[in-house]
């Protein structure tokens, strides 16, 4: 017989963990709501019977978040066997407030109680008899980070999977609502609804008015308006909305039970934790910090180790002893030169440049890792808050740009957990903002042929993006299409703690591979494709620089970008192939000048950028590829996330837009401070953003009064 459990929890009650740590898989795990949307399943480690559901973590059974709307028709429509009910124990009180709903449901469910270990820490006590007496139900102690009964977790639901008994659960309540549910139950038994659900479950939902309910439902119209009648009737005695109602006597009996099971150790502690945050997230040192952290860890995997491990892997490794000897052989071996050409300028130069960046890629993704893992990223979300609120968004939004910082793709399809559709919107618009891992690579041999490497380069380049993030919400918060208050942002901060090295390496491994799996595919064939067409003319004779196809194509494009300094067709194509992955913009000059060999002058990939670009039109090209549409596979995400084309083309408009404003006004500005360029320009230039800007207000202001807007 095979058995379906499914993992239910609040967000960051440890479900993944326990998913990861009882199927084998190495799922992401978060430090804030929404890592998980959708669900995930995997078969028992051990036993291939059992099937695992990791569901997205709700708070509630209520429809109103995407979340909850997922694992609600799971459990409606998958029927799993039994759940199992992952409670987070340092903060019992708000987990069994999901818990008295599912265990109303009528689903068999055993309780895991889990983060045992740091109550145990604490000194409390949580007495698992008595609370799986007062609730009806099995409840085990277990820590997922630990594995530490884990199996007796698993083993109790398969054993009440078996029994697929289930002991009623009914919520004590006031005799008012107790008798206004009687009712409504009364009324569906007449009506025999097809639904093969819990009747009492369903007539609380109707006593709460929740939609999705009633729509499943069909209940005919006269049963309805009685059904709001008795509602009414008892709102108006309890002078209390429906949905106060119920909550209250949830917590009610929450609190009940939670006094007879809980016995807190030496009270009133402030933890190491709390000190912690006192200075983490203070008010006036918080950003400071954020900014030095970010720093250290944009300092280290791009300038100083990153660049040790990096030169090394591009000019000994693929430089020297692939590329080189590759050479030697093919040549040795009498094989074609165009074909020698294509596998070692082509291929190798390409595929090599992007694979050289991968360490960098790497340290950052440990470093992000650590950072998440410690419990610090959850900090930054609310610390970004107090920003983000100021110009209408909240620090769910920052979400998705924290996660963005490793791939765009997850990073906008973690939007999907803001409710409110234009913050959505909006937020899938910025997110991409956030340099990912593959524009790494670009900063990294920008700073390294214009800037020496300096250290200052990639962490200026990640808050100047930012800082665009903020602007640019700001600025359309001002126009008719993303108008609003932001909706409030409650997230609770996890503990720190020290994080495990298994768990930041499966992390950076998980954000990482994709990169490598990249190269051998989609940089491996672009690579090839750049290699024909920049070696071939129109009349397929082959040909070098001037006279190809890539040459002919670039030149054509090119002047767009002259006045943002970098008007030669080479940046022109480079910065096109990036719009199919970023990788690109590093592996095209991979392509036509090899890789970055700082030994051989003439082939010298860092010289050749040295020589096209000045120190500001490195940093306007910077800016450009970091800011402007991202690649097609985020494109895609955006696509899919926005559900429409017309909303996509927006969003990639916009970004290209105003890549091109802030890449112009870097430029001519810095070429008239820096390098003594033409001032009018630079004044032309701050113009014509500025009018851009001015009109979006305008335009905003014009029309912000109106309600409704369909695009
Ligand atoms: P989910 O949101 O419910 O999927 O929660 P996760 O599995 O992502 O875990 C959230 C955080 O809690 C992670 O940082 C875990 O390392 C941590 N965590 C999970 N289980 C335990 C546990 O038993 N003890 C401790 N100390 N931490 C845990
Ligand atoms: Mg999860």
Redo the contacts with the bound molecule.
């Keep these: 017989m095979s058995i379906k459990i499914g993992l239910a929890?609040?967000?960051?009650?440890?479900?993944?963990?326990?998913f990861n740590a009882l199927t084998g898989a190495t799922q992401y795990?978060?430090?804030w709501p929404g890592?998980?949307v959708e669900k995930k399943s995997g078969k028992l480690k051990g036993n291939k019977e059992v099937e695992i559901i990791?569901l997205p973590?709700i708070y509630s059974l209520s429809p109103y978040t995407l979340e909850e709307v997922v694992t609600r028709r799971f459990l409606i429509d998958d029927h799993p066997d039994v759940v199992i009910n992952?409670i987070d124990a340092t903060n019992i009180e708000r987990n069994l407030y999901l818990t008295t709903q599912i265990l109303e449901f009528g689903i068999p469910t055993v309780i895991a109680l889990?983060?045992?270990?740091?109550i145990r820490k604490k000194g409390d006590h949580i007495s698992c008899k008595a609370l799986s007496k007062q609730l009806g139900c099995p409840v085990v102690e277990?820590?997922?980070?630990?594995e530490e009964g884990i199996k007796d977790a698993v083993n109790k639901a398969i054993e009440i999977a078996k029994q697929g008994r289930i002991k009623k659960f009914a919520l004590p309540m006031m005799e008012e609502v107790e008798e206004a549910i009687t009712q409504i139950k009364d009324l569906l038994s007449v009506h025999n609804t097809t639904l093969s659900l819990n009747n009492d479950w369903i007539a609380i939902k109707l006593f709460e008015r929740d939609e999705e309910i009633v729509k499943q439902l069909s209940l005919d119209q006269s049963t309805m308006t009685q059904i709001e009648e008795i509602i009414k009737a008892c709102e108006i005695e309890l002078d209390d909305d429906c949905e106060s109602i119920i909550t209250s006597e949830r917590y009610a009996y929450i609190g009940d039970v939670v006094s007879h099971v809980v016995k807190k150790g030496n009270q009133s502690k402030e933890t190491v934790s709390d000190r912690i945050d006192k200075i983490i997230t203070n008010r006036f040192l918080a950003l400071p910090i954020f900014v030095l952290i970010m720093w250290f860890v944009y300092y280290i995997s791009v300038s100083s180790l990153g660049t040790i491990v990096t030169d090394w892997t591009n000019d000994t490794l693929f430089g020297e002893i692939i590329q080189g000897n590759m050479q030697n052989f093919l040549e040795t071996a009498n094989v074609a030169p165009w074909l020698t050409a294509l596998i070692c300028d082509g291929i190798i130069g390409g595929v090599g440049a992007v694979l050289g960046f991968v360490p960098q890629i790497m340290l950052l993704f440990f470093f992000l890792a650590i950072l998440e893992?410690c419990?610090y990223m959850a900090r930054v979300a609310f610390i970004m808050d107090r920003i983000f609120r100021k110009f209408g968004l909240s620090g769910k939004s920052f979400i998705p740009m924290l996660i963005g910082s490793g791939c765009g793709v997850p990073g906008i399809m973690a939007s999907r957990t803001l409710e409110n559709d234009k913050d959505r919107k909006m937020t899938i618009m910025l997110t991409t903002f956030i340099p990912c891992g593959a524009k790494l690579p670009i900063i990294a041999l920008f700073a390294g042929a214009m800037f020496g490497g300096a250290s200052w380069v990639a962490p200026t380049v990640y808050f100047m993006c930012i800082t665009m993030v903020v602007i640019c919400g700001m600025i359309l918060k001002q126009t008719k299409l993303f108008a609003g208050e932001p909706a409030p942002f409650v997230m609770e901060l996890?503990t720190y703690?020290i994080p495990g090295l298994k768990?930041v390496l499966i992390h950076m491994w998980d954000r990482g591979k994709g990169f490598i799996i990249k190269a051998g595919t989609v940089i491996f064939v672009a690579c090839g494709l750049i290699w024909f067409l920049q070696s071939f003319s129109w009349s397929l004779e082959m040909v070098e620089g001037e006279g190809s196809i890539l040459a002919s194509i670039g030149n054509v494009v090119a002047p767009i970008f002259a006045p943002l300094g970098f008007g030669n067709w080479e940046a022109a194509v480079a910065t096109i192939t990036g719009l199919v992955a970023k990788e690109n913009v590093v592996a095209t000059y991979g392509v036509l000048y090899g890789i970055a060999d700082a030994t051989e002058e003439t082939s010298d990939l860092l010289s050749v950028i040295a020589a096209n670009f000045t120190a500001v039109s490195a940093f306007s090209f910077i800016a450009f590829n970091m800011l402007c549409a991202p690649c097609f596979a985020a494109v895609g995400a955006i696509r899919r996330e926005m559900g429409s084309w017309k909303w996509t083309f927006i969003a990639t408009g916009f970004q290209t837009f105003t890549a091109y404003l802030v890449a112009l006004l870097i430029n001519k500005v810095g070429t008239a401070l820096l390098l003594g360029g033409s001032i009018i320009e630079a004044i032309i230039a701050i113009a014509i953003v500025a009018i851009v800007i001015i009109s979006v207000f305008i335009w905003g202001r014009g029309k912000s009064q109106e309600t409704s807007f369909d695009v």
Excluded: E
Aim: net charge negative; no cysteine; aromatic share 0%.
């Design positions: 929890g609040n967000p960051n009650s440890g479900k993944t963990t326990l795990v978060g430090n890592v998980t990791d973590g992952i889990n983060m045992m270990d740091l277990i820590s997922a980070l630990k893992d419990g996890p703690h768990g």
